[in-house]
């Protein structure tokens, strides 16, 4: 299985970055989502969406948008109206089928909000 993020990088505050992962070698994919991680803090959950259904974190709630193409086995993460305190790396995730279930992680992608 083959989890990789894109589109992290430098934004101003206030500013807008879309995050894209996409998934291959599964067979099936159950739900897909996005976690962060800021230095010296745990990792935690952003958003997820499984079929139709999204779950926000409630820092998220309102600035971010997750969605996702069961075709191409992708999931982004609009996110608008960012702060210095969402700078962190953030880690796209799936729970999916190969020869069983398990959760698969990407590598992470760095945010950057500052001036």
């Known amino acids: 299985v083959l989890v990789e993020e894109s589109g992290g990088g430098l934004v101003q505050p206030g500013g807008s970055l879309t995050l894209s992962c996409e998934v291959s070698?599964?067979?099936?994919?159950?739900?897909m989502g996005w976690y962060r991680q800021a230095p010296g803090k745990q990792r935690d959950l952003v958003a997820t969406?499984?079929?139709?259904?999204?779950t926000y974190a409630d820092f998220a709630k309102g600035r971010f948008t997750i969605s996702r193409d069961n075709g191409k086995n992708t999931v982004d993460l609009q996110m608008n109206s960012l702060k210095p305190e969402d700078t962190a790396v953030y880690y796209c995730?799936?729970?999916?089928?190969?020869?069983?279930?398990?959760?698969?992680w990407g590598r992470g992608t760095q945010v950057t909000v500052s001036s």
């Open positions: 995730y799936a729970d999916l089928i190969t020869y069983r279930r398990e959760d698969a």
């Open positions: 070698g599964s067979t099936y994919i159950y739900t």
């Open positions: 969406i499984t079929g139709g259904m999204t």
